[in-house]
């Protein structure tokens, strides 16, 4: 879950950052939830040469006593600008609570795109399975059912050869050519 407050942004939800945002003269409030597997993105007009700060903090929701758990070691943030051509302006990986900032060099339309880094936590904080998590979950259990299957294979073929190897043995002492 993020909390981002960044300059030239709308402000919406709490009432602290609210307060925040009129503190700092020209700078507005942002606070969102986002899931772990989502990615929100942001577009806002920035003129050219300014300055984007941005503040965020991750946090885990606990389902089972309904509280945001403290920040996770492990748990970060992706960041990603691009400017109005396209080009990318920032992408980098964040921890779990820090800032980042980059600069406009050309006026217009900026897009501003947040997702976590988290694959492994949802699983320790109640959440749900992710696609990476849930695909290496059933390549676990598709190799352990190969893996018995050709244990079970194997031990098939060593028997088989075991009674005909006695079947054989029994019919040539029958007819007494051994």
């Known amino acids: 879950m993020a909390g981002v407050w960044a300059g030239r942004r709308r402000a919406m939800g709490l009432l602290a950052l609210l307060l925040i945002a009129l503190c700092a003269p020209g700078a507005r409030g942002l606070y969102f939830h986002i899931g772990e597997t989502e ?6 007009e920035i003129p050219d040469e300014t300055m ?3 503040n965020y903090r991750t946090q885990m929701w606990d389902k089972q006593k309904e509280i945001f758990l403290p920040s996770t070691p492990g748990l970060g ?6 400017d109005p051509e396209g080009k990318v302006v920032l992408s980098r990986q964040y921890g779990s609570e820090g800032r980042f900032t980059f600069t406009s060099h050309t006026p217009g339309d ?11 936590m949802a699983l320790f904080a109640g959440g749900r399975l992710y696609r990476e998590e849930r695909f290496r979950l059933i390549s676990e259990s598709t190799n ?5 299957w050709s244990i079970a294979q194997t031990a098939i073929l060593i028997l088989t050869g075991i009674w005909q190897m006695r079947h054989l043995k029994s019919f040539f002492e029958a007819k007494k050519l051994v």
């Open 39 to 44: 990615k929100r993105c942001f577009i806002e």
């Open 52 to 54: 984007v700060i941005g």
């Open 77 to 82: 943030m992706h960041v990603e600008v691009k």
């Open 110 to 120: 900026h897009q501003i795109c947040l997702h976590s880094n988290s694959t492994r």
């Open 144 to 148: 352990q059912r190969v893996l018995w």
